[in-house]
């Protein structure tokens, strides 16, 4: 340990570090599968109907029924009904939007379908299972849902008096593909990010500054203790007059102070050399930023491709990516702001020699 | 205030501000610091400063 550099007596131990790092990479995928597979994701309904019909009419009057979506975003909504004989009636399902309007339907003897995916609110949804027992009452309903089925030509001719059992199943799940496949990514990359810095730190040992740099870490934590204050008053006097939830989230809001202090303490560290330790390499630092940027970037673009970026007109939680990355951006930027001026000093030294 | 004697001192040895550095265990930028008078080194950087330049802390840091 050089001169400059002082032993406090307080020296961190690096493999505390590495397990918290690893802990912390397990926790988070973890976490994040969880959430991808949770149950909540996942919504059944089974209507069991004993269908009569009897001199052409169905007794079964239909069923009305809700299903609670738990978390808001696109659904695959799958419909099953497979009765083992072919009943005589024509049976319908319709699933309302939150203003009674259709949101989607399906009409058939026996029926596996699956919809397009379907943007779902955090609510209670309400559907409802129909019984046709006749061609009239079919394309009544079907004029009603806007499709001009006479003109279709192919119309069910298997009508007749009997008695069916029929188990209707509802199914709504998250459309997880995308999702997965960008969580997937995501948890690569966390990883191999997690796996290179421990790599680095059990090569390299603890990152350590000199007494200066020190005194100028210390400095920036200041700043970024009041500028911290100072949004936290900001966003409670703007959360009491109404204002901030018109644009965002407390939870984004706590994760963008968290961000903006980040960035004032590693500007200043860095525009005043103490960001990158002694016995630290520029190049890896610059590569690290730049790895995490490229992350941000891509998980930004997931988010507007699935409309978490900005919500009903306020910033979403990929919204969080998005200023991440902007994080790094500036520190990137800083950083070669420094080499510059560095490099004109080191000018100015060779010119007085 | 700058310090000029610490800036003869290291030329005279042939060093540029990175070996001086790198040899005291600090970074570049703290010894142009100090050079420049931006920053008052511990007793202690002040003692190794000294000793990769083979000077006393008299020569290189007392005021005159």
Redesign the interface.
């Known amino acids: 340990?050089?001169?400059?550099?002082?032993d406090t007596g307080m020296k961190q131990n690096n493999t505390g570090r590495i397990i918290a790092m690893i802990v912390l990479t397990i926790a988070f995928i973890a976490l994040v599968f969880g959430f991808a597979c949770s149950p909540k994701n996942t919504r059944k309904t089974e209507v069991n109907a004993n269908v009569i019909v009897e001199n052409g009419e169905a007794t079964y009057p239909g069923f009305r029924g809700e299903f609670n979506i738990a978390r808001a975003g696109k659904y695959d909504i799958h419909v099953n009904w497979w009765p083992e004989d072919d009943p005589g009636f024509i049976s319908g399902f319709v699933l309302y939007d939150l203003d009674g309007s259709i949101l989607s339907f399906c009409t058939g003897q026996k029926v596996q379908a699956g919809f397009l995916p379907i943007q779902l609110e955090k609510a209670e949804y309400s559907f409802e299972i129909k019984i046709f027992d006749s061609e009239d009452k079919l394309n009544e309903f079907l004029n009603d849902c806007g499709e001009d089925y006479a003109s279709d030509g192919d119309v069910f001719t298997g009508y007749r008096d009997g008695q069916w059992h029929v188990t209707y199943t509802i199914t709504a799940s998250l459309a997880t593909k995308w999702m997965l496949f960008i969580l997937a990514i995501g948890c690569v990359m966390y990883a191999v990010l997690m796996a290179l810095i421990i790599f680095r730190m059990c090569h390299e040992g603890k990152p350590e500054y000199?007494?200066?740099?020190k005194l100028v870490n210390g400095k920036a934590y200041e700043y970024g203790f009041y500028t911290m204050l100072v949004l936290s008053v900001i966003y409670v006097l703007a959360w009491f007059m109404g204002i901030a939830d018109e644009f965002l989230s407390p939870g984004v809001a706590v994760m963008l102070i968290t961000l903006i202090v980040a960035a004032v303490v590693g500007i200043y560290n860095v525009l005043n050399?103490g960001y990158i330790a002694?016995n630290a390499y520029e190049e890896r630092v610059i590569a690290t930023l730049s790895a995490i940027l490229a992350v941000n970037i891509l998980a930004t673009i997931g988010g507007i491709r699935t409309g978490s970026l900005i919500k009903d007109g306020k910033l979403g939680i990929s919204s969080v990516n998005a200023f991440c990355g902007l994080l790094m951006l500036a520190l990137i930027v800083a950083i070669v702001i420094r080499k510059a001026r560095?490099k004109k000093?080191d000018d100015d030294?060779e010119l007085e020699? | 205030m700058k310090n000029l004697r610490l800036k003869s001192a290291r030329a005279a040895k042939d060093m540029s501000q990175e070996d001086l550095a790198k040899a005291c265990g600090v970074t570049r930028q703290t010894i142009n610091a100090i050079e420049k008078g931006d920053y008052n080194p511990t007793i202690n950087l002040c003692i190794a400063i000294c000793r990769v330049l083979d000077k006393t802390l008299d020569e290189l840091f007392w005021e005159d």
């Open positions: 340990m050089g001169a400059g550099m002082e000199d007494e200066r740099q050399d002694v560095t000093e030294e020699a």
